[in-house]
């Protein structure tokens, strides 16, 4: 691994461990957002909490974690490999920030993010599965389950070459929702509710 692939994915995962939902709650003026509501540290949880800006602002500085170092590296030139190690390595930031003891989101937003520079036909497909999904279910978690399920099969059609990579993301994403799909299958999962 060459120093500019170490430094893309160092600095990915240093900036996906900037928890924007504990510091935007912070400037809230509300506690620790990972003892509040479900207690992740993702949009969703915000939302429940803190209200709608308070969510907006989460979501897009999330989205932005991931689509920043990968969009950077695209630029810098990084082959499929090493685009896919930033991505994953932004996420990893979210769910596991160096900054605040290791305990992030699930890394929805972050994933989204990291995915949408490689194709915007792809982005599209993702974004637009969980807003269909998340209409019908009215569940946060369904939709993001159903939408990093299909994401391998959007990624083999649109950018093959990235096929495998997404499939870990998206199995390290699904993995963080198992006390979701739990709650789901036991009915415990609400509408607008746990994430």
Same mark, same amino acid.
């Given at each position: 691994?060459?120093? &500019?692939? *170490?430094? =893309?994915? *160092?600095?990915? +995962?240093?900036?996906?461990?900037? &928890?924007?939902?504990?510091?935007?709650?912070?400037?809230? /003026?509300? $506690?620790?957002?990972? $003892? $509040? #509501?479900?207690?992740?540290?993702? /949009?969703?949880?915000?939302?429940?909490?803190? @209200?709608?800006?308070?969510?907006?602002?989460?979501?897009?500085?999330?989205?932005?974690?991931?689509?920043?170092?990968?969009?950077? @590296? =695209?630029?810098? #030139?990084?082959?499929?490999?090493?685009?896919?190690?930033?991505?994953?390595?932004?996420?990893? #930031?979210?769910?596991?920030?160096?900054?605040? $003891?290791?305990?992030?989101?699930?890394? *929805?937003?972050? /994933?989204?993010?990291?995915?949408?520079?490689?194709?915007?036909?792809?982005?599209?497909?993702?974004?637009?599965?969980?807003?269909?999904?998340?209409?019908?279910?009215?569940?946060?978690? *369904?939709? /993001?389950?159903?939408?990093?399920?299909?994401?391998?099969? +959007?990624? +083999?059609?649109?950018?093959?070459? +990235?096929?495998?990579?997404?499939?870990?993301?998206?199995?390290?994403?699904? #993995?963080?929702?198992?006390?979701?799909?739990?709650?789901?299958? &036991?009915?415990?999962?609400?509408?607008?509710?746990?994430?």
């Amino acid at each position: 691994m060459t120093t &500019s692939i *170490v430094f =893309f994915v *160092v600095g990915a +995962y240093l900036i996906g461990s900037v &928890s924007s939902a504990i510091i935007v709650t912070r400037l809230f /003026a509300i $506690q620790d957002i990972r $003892q $509040q #509501g479900s207690g992740n540290a993702g /949009a969703t949880n915000v939302l429940r909490v803190a @209200g709608k800006k308070a969510a907006a602002i989460v979501f897009l500085f999330d989205l932005l974690k991931g689509a920043i170092p990968v969009y950077a @590296g =695209f630029l810098f #030139g990084l082959a499929p490999i090493a685009l896919s190690l930033v991505a994953i390595a932004a996420c990893l #930031g979210h769910i596991f920030p160096v900054f605040f $003891q290791f305990k992030g989101g699930k890394g *929805v937003a972050t /994933a989204l993010g990291a995915l949408m520079p490689l194709d915007w036909a792809l982005a599209g497909c993702l974004f637009g599965t969980w807003l269909c999904v998340f209409t019908i279910a009215r569940i946060s978690s *369904v939709a /993001a389950i159903v939408t990093f399920s299909l994401a391998p099969i +959007y990624t +083999y059609i649109f950018e093959p070459d +990235y096929t495998i990579a997404v499939t870990l993301l998206c199995l390290l994403i699904i #993995g963080k929702h198992r006390d979701n799909i739990k709650r789901l299958f &036991s009915s415990k999962e609400k509408a607008k509710n746990k994430s």
